[in-house]
């Protein structure tokens, strides 16, 4: 069979997957009438997928790097070694983390339809850039040297504007799916959440090795690029914001903002509301070491089973060969358990669950730091990830609309989604001082360092404090419940 053949069945098995998951899902009976519910499904469906390929549009940049580390850059380093990444992910991150103070607002505004479709817009015109960029860097095309000598501020910047469109997407999703699903519901639908994460996932990280083997770098950018724009056509005709767009009746939601229908509040004031919220700011700072912990993994582990490759063995190994399913298939069960856990054992409440794969989160992150350097690690990552996804689906998909209420998700979801990143940025920033640099021997073959697994016991030790703040915090918000009026108690 041949990779795409493989790859093409790999897809089609994983989507079979993820229908029966949620077929099986537990349904809770709100008296919803079988036309709603469909017309439900083809709202957040596409919507959902969009965001899966947006992901596929961000950690491109990921992919991309085990192409352009290959690629000799200044000083016998690399074009995108290790610190380079590190600056060019973490200044992105940076500016999604920030972003919420702009797009959070705007989509409570304006509505999350019309903020998925900005930022989608906006996401693959800067992949199509930043395809051009690598383009002209390849083929000695225009602004080659200028790309060559300049290649971080560059695609710092690119990236940074990337990131920017990007941070619609969490925001939008949330904001929409919040006047259709009742709090209630809203655990099932955090498990789904975390199915679209990780399907993002696994488009970006094998179905993007896959493009970046058979079509090239540039395409890397590319390909997801003409995929959003096709998605940005169909969210066009077929997402709505609210179920009395489409024939159907708006309903009582039961979250902080229910009821509510008297004039909005100014951004200003719903962000100092926010901030005042010890509840949200709490989930806030839970999420903040999700972001750390999540992409320490995700963005790592590639890199760490590459360049240490000769001595670990572990580039060959079925971990790393299927990353991208394994983190789906980690995260599609890490989502579930979460939401129906959520909804059934602990009556809809949130903090329970983030607590328990917390605990889950600094038990593995303890055991790594012993287990880092045996065949063992792949497998303790994904269930690592398995953790950290559940709790993020938990959080930013489903506790944002609870807290925020429908009126103010996307406020609501842009601080705590904002903290992610900024504890993504954190992360960046972190390993591009701590771990080695790569460098290329004259055969181009990684070399120094980096080769060495030992100088990587800076990866699992950063892990160890974030997953035990972020335990604390998820114990401090294990009773917290939605109240109508904006108050968490």
Known sequence: MSPWMSELLAIVILLVVVAFVIARLPKIDLGHDPGFRARRVWNWLPLGLTYALLYMGRYNLTVSKGAFEEIAGGAGGSLMGNSNFGVIFGVGTVVYGFSFLINGPLTDRFGGRKAMLVGTGGALVMNVMMGLATWSLLKQGPLSGFLAMNFVPVFAVLYALNMYFQSFGAVAIVKVNASWFHVRERGVFGAIFGILISLGLYFA?????????????????????????????????????????????????????????????GPVKVFKMMLGNPIIMTIALIEFC????????????????????????LSSGFVNEHWGALLCCAGILGGVVAGTVSDHAFQSRRGPVAAVLYGALLLGAVVLIFTYQTPFVGWLVLVMSMAVIGVHGMLSGTASMDFGGSRNAGMAVGIIDGFVYLGTAVMSFTYAAVLPEEQLDAAGKIAGPAADPANWLAWPLAMVPMAALGLFLSLRVWNAKPHRGGAAH
């Open 205 to 265: 990280f094998d179905v993007g090795k896959l493009i970046l083997k058979g079509m090239g770098l540039v395409w890397v950018f590319m390909m997801p690029a003409l995929l959003l724009a096709i998605f940005w056509l169909i969210d066009v005709f077929v997402v709505r914001d609210k179920p009395s767009e489409t024939g159907h009746l708006d309903f009582d939601t039961a979250d902080a903002t229910a009821g509510d229908t008297g004039p909005p509040m």
């Open 290 to 313: 999700s972001g750390f912990l999540r992409q320490a993994i995700m963005q790592w582990y590639r890199t760490f089973a590459k360049q240490t490759d000769a001595a670990l063995h």
